[in-house]
Nanobody, 128 residues
Framework: QVQLVESGGGLVQPGESLRLSCAAS????????VGWFRQAPGKEREGVSC????????DYADSLKGRFTISRDNAKNTVYLHMNNLTPMDTATYYC?????????????????????WGQGTQVTVSS
């Protein structure tokens, strides 16, 4: 059974950093494009970052470039999202997902069009 499990969320102060993890089971992450998404209360789920299956190229939502970094550890079958200089606007539930399409698509259309498996999410709260 395909499964994605996120971890690493928590409560941090503005300006601090977090690293989220997305561990996969029953499939090899390196063979699939994987995306990170987030959903804040009252808002739609949005694409945050994506790492392509073939060449490992990373892509980001334009507003997050420079602060967030996605990476993949094939040996651990895990994808990470490093988040720096967090602000209260980053408060949301963060999800990883297996993407059945090009990375850029998750930023330009509904994630549900491209995702075939979601994790359960991990909460990130940025507050002083």
């Amino acid at each position: 059974q395909v499964q994605l499990v996120e971890s690493g969320g928590g409560l941090v102060q503005p300006g601090e950093s977090l690293r989220l993890s997305c561990a996969a089971s029953a499939f090899t992450l390196a063979y699939y494009t994987v995306g990170w998404f987030r959903q804040a209360p009252g808002k739609e789920r949005e694409g945050v970052s994506c790492i392509a299956s073939n060449d490992g190229m990373a892509d980001y939502a334009d507003s997050l470039k420079g602060r967030f970094t996605i990476s993949r550890d094939n040996a651990k079958n895990t994808v990470y999202l490093h988040m720096n200089n967090l602000t209260p606007m980053d408060t949301a539930t963060y999800y990883c997902a297996r993407v059945n399409g090009p990375c850029r698509a998750i930023f330009t259309s509904s994630p549900d069009l491209w995702v075939d498996s979601w994790g359960q999410g991990t909460q990130v709260t940025v507050s002083s």
